[in-house]
């Protein structure tokens, strides 16, 4: 495209000597088609149609992000931070789950004395499942029932009753988050009274998660065993 001129002023010098004439033609023809292409079709910002010649493209550097050494350092921290806290969260939820496992002791870590001030009803309310609140104590609204032949209520005052016993004599810690297994695992380890806590645990769960009626059979073989559940307790009391 740059060389047009140049080209039509070759075709006058030699068109007097008739020497290529038909060439020099044929190649203006072509130059001023390809002008008018480039110029028909779009515009390309290599070519400058008003010159007739290649344009200049101006390239420039890609930018660089910004050198920020601080900001790594910022999330290097965040990072160490939420680890420790995590690590620091698990080593709490095992050391609470040891010490609900552990044998019968006060939150506070201290030996409760015998006879503490705890009520009975403090003591319900640790128990790991809801029963009824009394109208006066676990052991009598326990025996009303069996009198009155409810056979699966009074089973359920009735396991209450030695959950309390137990805890008021350290052989176990009532806590809302243990279950049944734990509670007689620490009777097995503390007290001789485990195999009736297990016979009262069995009837109890049939009664309270089975939904399964309870014989009369059933339920006197727990009973007739309170004395000597009483006598156990007390025993392992006494030799702490």
């Known amino acids: 495209m740059k060389h047009a001129p140049v080209l039509m002023a070759m075709a006058c010098l030699f068109g007097t000597t008739g020497v290529g004439t038909a060439d020099d033609v044929d190649r203006q023809a072509s130059v001023e088609a390809g002008r008018q292409a480039l110029d028909r079709w779009q515009d390309y910002i290599w070519y400058d149609d008003a010159q007739d010649d290649v344009a200049r493209i101006d390239v420039r550097a890609p930018r660089q992000p910004p050198d920020r050494p601080w900001l790594w350092d910022v999330i290097r921290g965040i990072g ?3 680890l420790a806290m995590l690590i620091g969260w698990i080593s709490y939820l095992m050391w609470r789950s040891f010490r609900n496992r552990g044998p019968g002791k006060p939150v506070s870590g201290e030996r409760r004395p015998a006879g503490d001030p705890l009520s009975e009803a403090d003591r319900v309310e640790a128990l790991p499942f809801a029963v009824r609140r009394p109208r006066s104590n ?5 025996e009303n029932h069996y009198r009155q032949g409810n056979w699966n209520e009074a089973m359920i005052y009735l396991y ?4 309390v016993q137990l805890d008021q004599h350290q052989v176990i810690h009532l806590v809302r988050s243990k279950t049944n297994r734990q509670y007689l695992r620490e009777t097995k380890r503390n007290s001789s009274a485990g195999e009736i806590l297990q016979l009262a645990m069995v009837a109890f769960e049939e009664v309270f998660f089975g939904r399964r009626n309870l014989s009369r059979t059933r339920f006197e073989a727990c009973w007739d065993r309170l004395d000597e559940f009483a006598r156990l307790i007390e025993r392992g009391a006494q030799t702490k």
Do not use: I, R, V
Request: hydrophobic residues 60%; without cysteine.
């Open 80 to 82: 160490w931070l939420t």
């Open 160 to 163: 209450s009753h030695l959950l």
């Open 138 to 142: 676990l052991l009598t609204e326990a």
